[in-house]
C-alpha cells in the first residue's frame, strides 16, 4: 500500500488577503492511501478518516477528466497538495465535500 502524508501542516499561505490553510482547518487533508479497486482511505487534519471510492467516476463513459485515471498505474500517482488529494494530471477532489460525506457516512462514493 502506499501512504503519502504531507510536511507543511502548519503553513498558512495567503491568496487575496486570506489564510487557504490554518491550523484549525480540520478538512484539509492529512494523508491518502491507495485501496484497492479505484479506493482510498483519507485522513483529514483532525484525525477524521474513511474511504473514498472513484470506481463508478472513472468508469463511466462520461467521466470527463477522470477518464484518465482508469488506468491504474495514473490512479496510483496520487498525492496530497496543499491539503487536496491530487492527481498528476491535474485532477482534485474537494476536501470540504470529502470532509462533510465521510464525516456523515464514512465512506464517500463519487458518481
Do not use: H
Amino acid at each position: 500500500m502506499l501512504a503519502i502524508e504531507t510536511t507543511n501542516e502548519d503553513c498558512t499561505i495567503a491568496i487575496d488577503g486570506y489564510p487557504y490553510e490554518t491550523p484549525d482547518t480540520p478538512w484539509r487533508v492529512r494523508s491518502v492511501e491507495l485501496l484497492p479497486d479505484y479506493s482510498l482511505l483519507v485522513t483529514f487534519r483532525d484525525g477524521l478518516s474513511g474511504t473514498v471510492s472513484l470506481k463508478e467516476r472513472v468508469n463511466r463513459a462520461n467521466a470527463g477528466v477522470f477518464a484518465a485515471l482508469a488506468d491504474p498505474a495514473a490512479f496510483a500517482d496520487v498525492s496530497v497538495v496543499f491539503g487536496a488529494v491530487t492527481w498528476r494530471n491535474g485532477v482534485d477532489l474537494a476536501p470540504d465535500a470529502m470532509y462533510e460525506e465521510l464525516q456523515r457516512n464514512g465512506v464517500w462514493v463519487l458518481r
